[in-house]
């Protein structure tokens, strides 16, 4: 069925046609979302041979579709005319960054053309292809879509908008804004500082009280409907045992590839040898001694027997993201009927390794340093991460102890 030429497009082509005096074979039509010009008399792109000369050829228009674009639309269109009779007219270069004064640095191709940049540049040498489109192809897709949407006099106008698609103070915010200035800090743009400002800060949102990790009665639950399921066939004594490494050895899931387990004393010592990279620092190889919650029995419920029988699951540690995998796993865990006690919604894979970290310090009463180094990270990180579950009650017993002194007097 044919649709209906809009009326704001006929006047257009109509306008354009009188400027060039009745010189047929330029056409202005709608492809997609965006305007272009179509004509033989464009020059043969860079890569394309001679022979294909007199091919038609279409140019996108840097000025969105519809009425009230329509003038700006009609000065595009006829500077473009002017340069190709000019002779002056030249196919941009796809490796060309556009300057900071270039009319058409916000225009949805030259965004998509910095952004395919940026994946050339990271893809491989710093990230993955799937980290790429999971972390980093979302919110610059949605920076082209809202470009799209109209003309964007400035940066600052255009990166505000884009950004406030995101809540407020979020972790998801914070990403797309760090993915976004990536990409301008390639294209040697000024980052305005409007959007920076905008970028919040994801602890904010936090909980006041910390981190959530396992408590050991919640330990005791996710093992007890591990077994369960265990015995119905939907897990394997594998998965246990991968669970019960992150418990003791506080692991992250990831660290489950390429992990051995050895003896010393009788307590299983985790080798762990995968390292993690961020910007925050990289932890290399390090060895782990297992610290089990309160209750488990002294043989660590024979965790080095059952890791010479059964390993970790091969499927778990050669997908891309075994936490995933976990996170799956714990989902429908925590949907079962309880066998003694219900496991919170939130609670995580990672939550495991949250347990491990108070432990070391409620319990086996480690140094800041010397926890952060058996969890592979720095002390700053460290602090900033759990210092609200270690300094909170201390902090509240100590007003509580001067408040009552005061009293007292």
């Known amino acids: ?70 003038a700006k639309a009609l000065q595009e269109c006829c500077a473009l005319f002017d340069a190709v009779m000019a002779g002056e007219w030249r196919w941009p270069d796809p490796e060309a960054v556009p300057g900071a004064d270039d009319a058409h640095r916000l225009a949805p191709f030259t965004l998509q053309r910095l952004m ?106 996710l ?55 961020s910007s925050k620092g990289a932890s290399g190889i390090r060895n782990v001694p297992a610290v089990p919650p309160a209750g488990w029995p002294d043989d660590f419920h024979g965790l080095g027997k059952r890791w010479n029988e059964h390993g970790l699951p091969p499927a778990l540690v050669a997908y891309w993201s075994p936490g995933e995998k976990m996170a799956q796993q714990l989902a429908r865990l925590q949907k079962q009927q309880p066998v003694g006690i219900a496991l919170d919604a939130e609670l995580t894979p990672y939550s495991c390794r949250h347990a491990f970290a108070l432990r070391l310090a409620q319990q086996v009463g480690l140094h800041v340093r010397e926890a952060a180094e058996l969890m592979g990270h720095s002390p700053a990180v460290h602090l900033s991460t759990y210092g609200r579950r270690l300094d909170s009650p201390k902090l509240i017993n100590v007003v509580i102890g001067k408040v009552k002194a005061n009293q007292a007097q």
Not at 29 to 49: F, G, H, I, K, Y
Not at 193 to 217: H, I, M, Q, Y
């Open 223 to 277: 093992r007890a409907r591990i077994e369960r399921s265990i015995a119905r066939h939907k897990l394997t004594p594998a998965d246990l045992v991968a669970w019960d490494c992150l418990m003791v050895f506080g692991l992250r899931p990831a660290e489950l590839q390429g992990l051995e387990i050895t003896t010393q004393q009788g307590v299983p010592i985790a080798k762990v040898s995968r390292e993690k990279r």
């Open 1 to 70: 069925m044919a649709t209906t030429r809009p009326r704001w497009l006929t006047d257009l082509s109509a306008q354009f046609k009188r400027h060039r005096q009745g010189r047929s074979g330029w056409f202005v039509e709608v492809n997609r979302d965006r305007l272009r010009v179509v004509t033989a008399e464009l020059p043969p792109r860079p890569e394309e041979p001679p022979a294909e000369a007199l091919k038609r050829r279409a140019v996108t228009l840097t000025t969105p579709q519809g009425p009230a674009t329509a």
């Open 116 to 221: 395919d940049q940026l994946q050339r540049a990271v893809v491989g040498e710093k990230v993955s292809e799937r980290t790429w489109q999971r972390i980093y192809a979302p919110p610059l897709r949605r920076l082209i879509e809202t470009a799209g949407e109209r003309s964007w006099p400035t940066d600052e106008s255009l990166l505000l908008a884009t950004l406030r698609a995101w809540r407020p103070n979020s972790r998801a915010r914070q990403l797309a804004h760090d993915r976004i200035r990536r990409m301008w800090r390639q294209a040697g743009w000024e980052w305005p500082a409007e959007a920076a400002e905008l970028r919040g800060n994801g602890k904010a949102a936090a909980s006041p009280e910390g981190v959530r990790s396992f408590t050991d009665g919640e330990l005791q639950e």
